[in-house]
């Protein structure tokens, strides 16, 4: 199979004007348009950052400013080093070494990806609190009698906080690594092993550089989830910026102190974009070798494999089956308290506004996609990519962008109403589950978007040709050309939105409408009141919801490769 690269120029529905242009036709305006509404609520939160407040800013400046700046700084870092080491160190242990039990871990690991950070911290708390099952264990071994008797490790702190969140989050990293380690080319690695070099010198002197812009993005994406967090800062008393915008909107009731915050924590935002966009500037590597094969293995024996499968074991056991057990055993024990409550309607909530935001964001990201596919000029590729950042800004900060600009629309119908016809409307988008779709949208965007352009990149230009010299416009051409070649990709881009969806909880939090809740919120307010045994039940379901698409990651990456086929694909995976 031979590939070609076909310029720009060749494509039969772009016009002289694409390259640097504006093109002034339905998909090119409507793209820009949909851009737009998707930026709309970064742009109110900066307008409503600059409005006057009641004194609320110095207070915050003179009071909490330095801690949350100090607290999230410490966080990020942690996060980051913590993720990356074990998600690189272990992407290439699977990758290179052999081991008892490599061939299950190649999946297993990205298991904790299928579990919210908030509800392994509700987890671990009940565990290994005072009164958790490892502390009592511990006294009735030991005969200790009170807590001056032993230390323990406090759990709810900003220590405690990292670890949480670490071991949720190193799979993006391992994600990514472990796909670029397998699209490595063999000869490099030939070529170190007969220098004498093993795994380890390997690998820090020829497929960590390698790899270090995949590697860069999978430690970005752990560090924007962990600004993101609400949950797990909330559950372990850590103040963050996110938990102080959620503080100074619902407690101080100041949205224009909550935006000021927001506004501060974008720099936080804006700087790991720079710096992932720094660390990878000019770090471009080329195969320039098409002998793909079986990588060069490297099998531990003795101490070492153990050491290695104990490693694997304790990641997967914390990060996955340790929450998984703990919430299966209490839905099992407790299901019927879950049940007594509105369980089925936050199963309801969840899913009905999960499948409309999925269906939204696959819709316009399409949408996008293919409007810069047929005008790739700078302005739209400026406007969709300006529009796709919303997945790197925290849910907090989105969802006061988009209570401003609902309300203020909300205000102007009802205002209008009025007059015309002496009737409020009162909150019609801002009020509703409007506001958490379009909440979701504008933060998932991004996945489906990114999902789909890469799709469509892969079908030739020639097709495009071939349908136009058919009659067929670039409305045609998608319906019967395009669409029905990336209807797999559509699939697992609304699969990805909707199951990240389930488990956003700080902008669900602030946007819902009163009295409804989502699986996510109910867990949240249950296990913050200690009763995490009576949602346990909904907490496993948001679990159970998040495997699937862990499945199909493992699968991608399995397949990944150049020259490994289905055959070798599902030897791996036996």
Known sequence: MKFVLIPNSINPFKSNFSQGQFLFDRWTIGTVLVAALIATPLIAVVALALTPSADVWPHLVNTVLGNYISTTLQLVLGVSLGTMVIGTGTAWLVTICRFPGRSVFNWALLLPLAVPAYLL???????????????SFLRAIFGWETRQDYWFPEIRSLGGAISVMTLVLYPYVYLLARAAFL??????LEVSRTLGRGPWRSFFSVALPL????IVIGVTLAAMESLNDLGTVEFFAVNTFTAGIYDVWLNMNSRSGAAQLASVMMVFVIALIAAERLA???QRYYHTSTKYQELPSYRLHGIKGV????ICFTLVGLGFLLPAGVLATYAAEFYGDTLS????????NSLSLSILAAFAAVSLGLFMAYGVRLNGGFVVRAATRFASIGYAVPGAILAIGVIFPLGALDNLIDAISR???STPTGLLFSGTIVAIVYGYTVRFLALSYGTLEASLSKVTPNMDGAARTLGHGPAAAFRRVHFP?????????????FVDCMKELPLTLILRPFNYDTLATFVFQYASDELLEESALAALTIVVAGIVPVILLSVNILRSRPGHDAKMTEQAIL
């Open 341 to 348: 409550t509105n369980y089925v309607s936050y199963v309801w």
């Open 419 to 421: 007059t015309a016809f």
């Open 280 to 282: 990878r500037r000019g």
């Open 307 to 310: 050491c290695a499968f104990v």
């Open 485 to 497: 070649l990336v209807r797999g990709s559509l699939l697992t881009a609304g699969l990805l939105v």
């Open 121 to 135: 911290a509700f987890v671990i708390t009940d565990q290994l609190e005072y009164a958790g099952t490892i502390q």
């Open 183 to 188: 699209e490595q080319s063999v000869c490099v």
């Open 211 to 214: 790899a270090r812009p995949a």
